[in-house]
C-alpha cells in the first residue's frame, strides 16, 4: 500500500493521518492525548488533521503542544475554517490565530469546514491569496457532494481545490457511486473522516458483523483495523482516525502494512453493498 498521496502542485499528502475532534476539550486527558499524537507521528502518522471549530481552537492548542518536539517540515498539518469566516472580513484573521494556536508559520492543507452563505468565489480568491504569501501550502473544502464540487470548480481557480474532506467508512460507501469518481476524474483527493465509524451504533454493528469478524480473523487483526484498511484501498484517499490512547494508536499505524484480498472485499461488499445510485452525502 502506497504511503503518500500525490496532490496536484506535486506535494506527497501522508495517506493515514490523526483526526483530533473532541481532542483538547478535557484538560484531564491532555497529556494523554499529546502522548497519543506524538506515538502517532514517531509510527508514521505525520499528517494531524484539526480545525478552528474543535473546542473553539482548543484542539489547535493541543496539536500545537504535541508537535514542538518534531521538526516543522516532517509534518502535514491541516486546519478547517468555519463557513462564517470564510469571508475576506474573517478568514485572514481566523487563519492567523489557527497558526498562532498551533505555533506553526504555515499550514501544509486549509480546507473551507463546510459550505455556507460566503459565495465560494471569494473563499476561493482568499485561498489564493494566503497560498501566494506563504501561509498556506494548499487548500481544499469538506463535506462538498457532488454538485459543490462542480459549481467549485467552475469557478475562477476553483481547480486549485486539492482536497474534500467527507465521512467515509465501511458502513456509509455513498461517496463510491459519483462523488468518488468526479475527484479522482479531477485529480482531487479524498480525505476520510470517522473511517470507524460516526455514531455508537454503527461503530458497534459494523464490527460485531460476522463477515467483519471472519475477514479481520483472517488476517489477524482486529475488526477496527480492517474498517479502517478498508478506507485506505484507493489511492486517492487519504484516513484520519481519532486515536487518544497508545494500543489505538498502534493498531490504526498497523493499517499501513495490510493488504485485502479481492475475494475479502467482494465478502464485504455483499455484507456492506456500497449504493447503486445517487445519495445524499453522509455528514454528522
Request: aromatic content about 6%; hydrophobic content about 35%; proline content about 6%.
Amino acid at each position: 500500500m502506497k504511503k503518500n498521496i500525490k496532490l496536484k502542485d506535486g506535494t506527497y499528502m501522508p495517506k493515514l493521518g490523526q483526526g483530533t475532534w473532541y481532542m483538547g476539550e478535557d484538560p484531564k486527558l491532555r497529556e494523554k492525548e499529546i502522548e497519543a499524537l506524538q506515538e502517532g507521528i514517531r509510527l508514521g502518522m505525520t499528517l494531524l488533521d484539526t480545525a478552528e471549530m474543535y473546542g473553539e481552537g482548543r484542539s489547535e492548542e493541543l496539536v500545537g503542544e504535541a508537535i514542538k518536539i518534531f521538526p516543522r517540515e516532517d509534518l502535514f498539518l491541516v486546519s478547517k475554517v468555519y463557513p462564517h469566516n470564510a469571508g475576506r472580513k474573517n478568514i485572514f484573521t481566523s487563519l492567523k490565530r489557527s497558526l498562532e494556536r498551533l505555533d506553526t508559520p504555515y499550514l501544509d492543507l486549509y480546507l473551507l469546514h463546510w459550505r455556507g452563505s460566503v459565495p465560494l468565489s471569494e473563499t476561493i480568491a482568499c485561498m489564493e491569496e494566503m497560498k501566494k504569501e506563504g501561509l498556506i501550502k494548499n487548500w481544499g473544502v469538506s463535506n462538498f457532494d457532488l454538485e459543490d464540487m462542480k459549481e467549485l470548480l467552475s469557478l475562477p481557480s476553483g481547480d486549485a481545490c486539492s482536497v474534500n474532506q467527507v465521512l467515509y467508512h465501511l458502513g456509509s460507501r455513498g461517496i463510491e457511486y459519483d462523488l468518488l469518481p468526479y475527484l479522482k476524474e479531477e485529480d482531487i483527493a479524498l480525505m476520510a473522516y470517522c473511517p470507524l465509524g460516526h455514531d455508537k451504533t454503527k461503530r458497534r454493528r459494523i464490527p460485531e458483523h460476522p463477515v467483519v469478524r471472519e475477514v479481520a480473523e483472517k488476517h489477524g487483526i482486529t475488526p477496527l483495523q480492517l474498517m479502517l484498511s478498508f478506507t485506505l484501498l484507493e489511492d486517492s484517499i487519504c484516513s484520519i482516525p481519532k486515536a487518544s490512547s497508545l494500543p489505538h494508536v498502534k493498531e490504526n499505524a498497523e493499517t499501513l502494512h495490510l493488504t485485502l484480498t479481492e475475494e475479502d472485499l467482494l465478502r464485504l461488499s455483499e455484507a456492506f453493498p456500497a449504493p447503486r445510485k445517487s445519495v445524499p452525502l453522509d455528514m454528522l
